[in-house]
């Protein structure tokens, strides 16, 4: 009779922690972005697409959706406390971000080794994927879109260019490195000038180059500086050709620089106006419209749009709320039609895309070519 009870005992209990066990009621994911700090415009921006994807798509596998928003204070120290605390604490699927290179190597090292998959919007170096299991993005990497702004200047005329490089950047670094290859390639020459984030004179530099006679300054860095930069070159009488990468497509670089940044060149990942069409791009436009009228959409806003929906799309490929399987379901991610364009990961995790050439023109930018892979 004993032995009964302890039977009967033991099959109440294994029946209680079946009926206790809970369905998932949400799908819990992160946004580590950019909200504060140096970058915050990209942040805000690329946050903007993720929060309109969500509107237009509220529920992954049937569940909603539960997005924890981390402010890294575009801080690579709290890029990966944020990362950290985004799943340990918060106990997310997967994270979005980061925004920009250096974070994202922060972070991500915190999300390879916590096994959890991470999603780039933006963060273009290509040393934030490489060795990761876990780490992705949506965008182009560098070393395709220094070899654009390289072939752009070079079929512009340009055969000697001085490359200002923000040292303290792990994206303005590479951006240079892979220009400098290409350019060099096909037969140009470079100079080098320095500085660093923060920084508010360049005239140095400025004179400097212009006293070698280059035909023009390629700026692989961020907004603020980007236009002193064009700034101090204006003041200082350098007409040449101006050239910069997608770190520098904010409003801030036209309200920042004005007359002195027309006709700056962008590499970019997206413009409202590029050919590039599919049924995901024509949503985003439509919705973007409805919500901010008047306005047209920023690529990171895109870009953060696209996030959301690769993200999306894996999970349902996946089948079920499994970090592992969700991040292999990622880098089997092919020709996904996003608002940017057609996206495949690759299995290093990198985007293959075409760039966008943009141009300012009358304080606007202005869709201008496109250079594909």
């Known amino acids: 009779m004993k032995n009964v009870s302890v039977v009967l005992l033991v ?12 369905e998932p009621s949400e799908v819990k994911l992160a946004s580590v972005f950019s909200m504060t700090g ?10 903007q697409g993720v929060q309109l994807a969500m509107e237009l ?28 605390r985004a799943i340990e604490n918060e106990n997310v699927l997967a994270i979005l971000g980061n925004i920009i290179s250096g974070n994202s190597l922060a972070g991500g090292a915190v999300a390879e080794e916590l096994k959890t998959p991470m999603l780039s919007p933006s963060s273009t170096s290509p040393i934030v994927t490489e060795g990761k299991a876990y780490v992705n993005r949506v965008c182009f990497s560098d070393d395709f879109q220094g070899q654009a702004a390289a072939k752009l200047l070079y079929n512009l005329g340009d055969r000697t260019v001085a490359v200002f490089v923000d040292v303290e950047q792990d994206y303005a670094v590479s951006l240079a490195n892979y220009f400098k290859r290409t350019f060099e390639g096909l037969g140009g020459t470079i100079f080098y000038e320095y500085y660093k984030t923060g920084d508010q004179d360049f005239s140095a530099q400025v004179l400097d180059a212009m006293s070698k006679n280059v035909d023009a300054f390629y700026m692989p860095g961020y907004y603020t500086e980007i236009a002193l930069i064009c700034s101090q070159a204006y003041d200082n009488g350098f007409y040449g050709n101006l050239a910069t990468g997608d770190g520098a497509y904010a409003d801030e670089t036209i309200e920042i620089g004005g007359e002195a940044v027309e006709g700056l060149y962008l ?17 985003f436009l439509k919705a973007y419209a409805e919500k901010y009228p008047g306005e047209k959409p920023s ?6 749009f696209d996030t959301y929906l690769v993200l999306r799309d894996a999970i349902e490929r996946a089948g079920e709320l499994d970090r592992e399987k969700v991040a292999k379901a ?29 141009r300012i023109e009358d304080g606007q930018y202005v869709y201008d070519s496109v250079i594909n892979p």
Do not use: Q, W
């Open 330 to 358: 990622l880098r089997e991610t092919k020709n996904f039609p996003g608002s940017t364009g057609f996206i495949t990961i690759t299995d290093e995790g990198n985007a293959e895309k075409s760039v966008v050439i943009v």
């Open 299 to 304: 690529m990171f806003a895109g870009l953060g």
């Open 267 to 283: 590499t970019a990942g997206y413009h409202a106006d590029s050919p590039a069409f599919n049924e995901n791009a024509e949503l």
């Open 57 to 84: 798509f509220p529920e992954i596998l049937g569940l909603p959706v539960k997005m924890v928003v981390m402010d890294t204070k575009s801080d690579k120290v709290e890029a990966a406390n944020g990362v950290r």
């Open 38 to 47: 140096g970058a915050s415009a990209y942040g805000r921006m690329t946050y």
């Open 11 to 22: 099959c109440l209990m294994l029946m209680g922690t079946l009926f206790s066990a809970e």
